[in-house]
């Protein structure tokens, strides 16, 4: 706990030798965001589903063909709930050390609230992360809420509501994905979309952001992803070979494809692999909403896109599995869907 970025950062200079990653992973000067391809990750317009709902849907599933992400604006959930949640994590992390401490201090022995820096291992990684993360499950709310942290004052109320906002705008993304692929509008309710996770971010101020990351490269194991990505850039996406900037928008949500979509997809949708890069000036934070499967859900392509032509490309498998799978080899992007390949 004493190493977290949030409470060392502005006395550690230079950045340590155990941030610094390989050359071959660190961003190099493309950290300085500006400098990087802008992205043409496609924005898509929410607000009028009443007229337009087969072109929303059409956009929703190149993109997520194409890029394995989007942004939406005009979600529905007011400016003012995703603030509010902004502002408690960000006061969550400015606490002092003790008080973020007793804030998560809980005598669940589950322990669903965590906080940690870098990754899950952190005595094993051979680089570590410039970045702090505080996580814990948020469906149902009433079982979990009560474990959250209790400081600041506000974060049950404000997170509460944002986590209940969000969940509804994921479900009902999922709605026009499951109709836009045609394999029933209820394919995402029950057990494939039974958790949401939130793991909030948070990059303090690095004294050389070329040489290490936030949060190297992976793709999400889970369905799909929201993410709050405030206003300071950070979010990269590999495209061709490339890395572009997830430019922040006003008010506008990330979206994006987990491997469990693009598996019951049988590969039609793609999960893309991402990072998030620090920077020397300004703190950033982000919060991704992971919508997930309980862990004995069992995970297949769906029967409607596997013809002759479409042949099943991936097995079935319980969610557990997958995770599993996924942890022991460090979310490594390369062999995450091997063992479920046909
Ligand atoms: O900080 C970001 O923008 C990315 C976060 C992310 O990819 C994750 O939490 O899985
Ligand atoms: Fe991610």
Not at 135 to 154: D, S, T, V, Y
Request: hydrophobic residues 35%.
């Amino acid at each position: 706990m004493e190493k977290l970025v949030s409470n060392w950062y502005g006395i550690v200079q230079p950045l340590p030798e155990n941030y610094i990653f390989p050359p071959d992973a660190r961003p190099g000067k493309l950290s300085t965001a500006p400098s990087i391809p802008n992205c043409n990750i496609p924005v898509i317009d929410l607000g009028s589903q009443g007229h337009d709902r087969d072109q929303i849907i059409q956009k929703i599933l190149e993109a997520s063909q194409e890029f394995g992400f989007f942004q939406v604006i005009n979600h529905g959930i007011p400016d003012a709930s995703l603030n509010d949640a902004m502002a408690v994590f960000k006061e969550f992390f400015e606490l002092p050390l003790e008080d973020k401490e007793a804030s998560i201090h809980s005598d669940d022995p589950n322990i669903v609230c965590k906080l940690y820096t870098s990754g899950v291992n952190y005595d094993w990684e051979p680089v570590h992360l410039w970045r702090d993360i505080l996580r814990h499950p948020c469906h149902p709310l009433e079982k979990f809420m009560p474990l959250w942290p209790k400081q600041p004052i506000k974060y049950r109320e404000h997170v509460g509501k944002c986590s209940t906002q969000v969940r509804k705008l994921a479900l009902s993304i999922l709605e026009l994905i499951s109709e836009g692929l045609g394999i029933g509008s209820q394919y995402f309710n029950d057990g494939v979309t039974q958790q949401t996770l939130l793991y909030v971010n948070y990059y303090p101020p690095c004294p050389d952001p070329s040489l290490t990351l936030g949060i190297s490269k992976h793709c999400d194991p889970q369905l799909i992803t929201i993410l709050l990505q405030g206003d300071v850039s950070g979010l990269q996406v590999f495209k061709d070979g490339e890395w572009i900037g997830v430019e922040p928008l006003s008010h506008g949500l990330v979206v994006n494809i987990g491997h469990q979509l693009q598996i019951i997809s049988n590969g039609k949708l793609k999960c893309a692999e991402h990072r998030a890069v620090t920077n020397s000036s300004n703190a950033r934070m982000s919060a991704a909403f992971f919508i997930t499967p309980s862990p004995d859900c069992y995970i297949e392509p769906a029967a409607a896109l596997i013809n002759a032509s479409n042949p099943q490309l991936y097995k079935g498998f319980q969610y557990k599995e997958f995770s599993a799978h996924f942890y022991m080899n460090q979310g490594n992007t390369e062999v995450a869907l091997e063992p479920f390949k046909l």
